[in-house]
């Protein structure tokens, strides 16, 4: 069955670094299209990031733009949130997610599959 198994989460100061690594089993990894999402604590799951098949479409929400990047391997079937000066609002869990088709890639009823999410907390 389909797996998708965030890592890479945890504690970081305001203006560090992380990143967070999501692998994939059972699918055919470079079929799918990824995204990144996170939930802050008491508001809803809004995506953070976007990447098709072979990285040749990224999204970056206007809040992380410049400074979250999200990339992909195929041949490790993993996709990656680089997060580099992180600040407090950053502070959520994180999710993984694929979908197979479709153009539409914002809101998380597009998507096939789901990690269970990585805690990522940002101090001040």
Known sequence: HVQLVESGGGLVQAGGSLRLACAASGLTFSNYRLGWFRQPPVKERDIVAYITWNG?????????????TISR??????????????NP???????????????????????????QGTQVTVSS
């Open 56 to 68: 040749g479409t990224i999204y970056s929400a206007d809040s992380v733009n410049g400074r979250f």
């Open 73 to 86: 391997d195929n041949a490790k079937n993993t996709v990656y949130l680089q997060m580099n000066s992180p």
């Open 89 to 115: 609002e950053d502070t959520a869990v994180y999710y993984c997610a694929a979908k197979r088709s479709g153009h539409y890639f914002g809101t998380g009823a597009e998507y096939d599959y789901w990690g």
